[in-house]
Antibody, heavy 121, light 111 residues
């Protein structure tokens, strides 16, 4: 059974940093591209970024709203993806989901339950 | 990157059919058939319902179908059931800047 479990969310002050983790199981993690998607309370889904597999040189891509502040990484030995968030803003407050990419066009077939990040003073 | 455009809400009675549209630009869809649709119930993670415009994952009811014409993709739900009441999101890969874009979401109400 495929499982994605996010952790690391919490309360952080504006300008602060936080690192989220996404622990994967039930599939060959090392061969999969992984994404982060966020959702502010009562709002829609927003794509955050993606990291590809080692075969694809761990290539990353980010939404314009987080580029330069957020960094996605992975540790295939731990079957875990990470989202390092720096220079956090109040508008980064949201639930953060990790999801597995599938297919040539990159759809998201499995999702974690999300972890809440609150940026507030 | 602008979001894909979806109606904010749609509604229908049990047994009826509804269609949710998802409109983008040629750069959003990039000429590819890479549109996918997700269902999200309150407090839950999104669930994949349709991928690559028309394909249904295993376990998803055949009442859900997808299509695309030009720069508008559509999700149709036939034989509406109470359990279909949820938010629905479309998304597409955009090759222009290697990113993904979501629609703003559509709240489906089953009357």
């Amino acid at each position: 059974e495929v499982q994605l479990v996010e952790s690391g969310g919490g309360l952080v002050q504006p300008g602060g940093s936080l690192k989220l983790s996404c622990a994967a199981s039930g599939f060959t993690f090392s061969g999969s591209a992984m994404h982060w998607v966020r959702q502010a309370s009562g709002k829609g889904l927003e794509w955050v970024g993606r990291i590809r597999s080692k075969t694809n040189n761990y290539a990353t891509a980010y939404a314009a709203s987080v580029k330069g502040r957020f960094t996605i990484s992975r540790d295939d030995s731990k079957n875990t993806a990470y989202l390092q968030m720096n220079s956090l803003k109040t508008e980064d407050t949201a639930f953060y989901f990790c999801t597995r990419e599938k297919g040539a066009g990159g759809y998201f077939d499995y999702w974690g339950q999300g972890t809440l990040v609150t940026v507030s003073s | 990157q602008s979001a894909l455009t979806q109606p904010a809400s749609v509604s229908g009675s049990p047994g009826q059919s509804i269609t949710i549209s998802c409109t983008g630009t040629s750069s959003d869809f990039g000429g590819y058939n890479y549109v996918s649709w997700y269902q999200q119930h309150p407090g839950k993670a999104p669930k994949l319902m349709i991928y690559d415009v028309t394909n249904r994952p295993s376990g998803v009811s055949s009442r859900f179908s997808g299509s695309k014409s030009g720069t508008t993709a559509s999700l149709t739900i036939s034989g509406l059931q109470a359990e279909d009441e949820a938010d629905y999101y479309c998304t597409s890969y955009t090759s222009s800047n290697t990113s993904w874009v979501f629609g703003g979401g559509t709240k489906l109400t089953v009357l």
